[in-house]
């Protein structure tokens, strides 16, 4: 029989806490549980740091992941390899892809086709991505989209697209299962998919 909560600050707190991805509601209880718990200058430094994050963190104007600085440092950091893209869909995918060792540059779409969910290429960042080729020293263009229907579809789509430009697109390979996201795939698997990459 499930625990009945008789306070509604906790109550609220565990609803809340409920509302974070991979989080149910015993999971939920036994964080704020733990809070309740913790000192006070412990909570207080939790909450700090999340306002911290919303306040601090917004968006490259160059590449669209997230960042504290404009632009971000993989834009400008030296050290990339400035002739490969990575395409991904959400700034959360970076972090995943950046864990396989890859030195290349970045950008993010904000998100892949869906016509059912009216999703077209104009609400995706294709034509920021348009005008940073057009330097032309951009040689391959990595879909690291999602191995799903949409993601597919993302991916042809962009093969399409700078198919006249003549730069080699590829797509990660092997590695990443059929229904799964990129950000949740560990280190091993997203080298493996990255390595085994094929052209469009």
């Given at each position: 029989m499930p625990q009945k909560i008789t306070s509604p600050a906790l109550e609220e707190a565990v609803k809340r806490l409920a509302k974070l991805p991979g989080i149910g509601k015993?999971?939920?209880?036994?964080?704020?549980?733990?809070?309740l718990e913790a000192s006070p200058e412990d909570v207080e430094a939790l909450v700090a740091a999340i306002k911290n994050?919303?306040?601090?963190?917004?968006?490259?104007?160059?590449?669209g992941n997230?960042?504290?600085?404009d632009p971000c440092v993989v834009c400008e950091s030296p050290l990339r390899d400035r002739s490969v893209i990575c395409v991904v869909e959400a700034p959360a995918d970076v972090l995943a892809v950046e864990s396989s060792g890859y030195k290349g540059l970045y950008?993010?779409?904000?998100?892949?086709?869906?016509?059912?969910?009216?999703?077209?290429p104009e609400q995706l960042r294709f034509r920021e991505l348009m005008?940073?080729?057009?330097?032309g020293d951009v040689r391959e263009i990595i879909a690291a989209t999602n191995p799903?229907?949409?993601g597919d579809a993302t991916a042809m789509y962009?093969?399409?697209?700078?198919?006249?430009l003549q730069i080699k697109v590829t797509r990660i390979g092997f590695g990443l299962p059929v229904g799964s996201d990129v950000r949740l795939a560990d280190e091993a698997t997203l080298t493996h998919a990255l390595q085994s990459r094929r052209e469009l």
């Open positions: 015993k999971a939920a209880l036994r964080m704020a549980v733990h809070l994050v919303k306040k601090s963190i917004g968006v490259c104007s160059i590449c997230w960042t504290e600085k950008h993010v779409l904000g998100g892949a086709l869906s016509p059912l969910d009216e999703i077209g005008k940073r080729l057009q330097a799903s229907a949409e962009l093969a399409r697209l700078l198919e006249p």
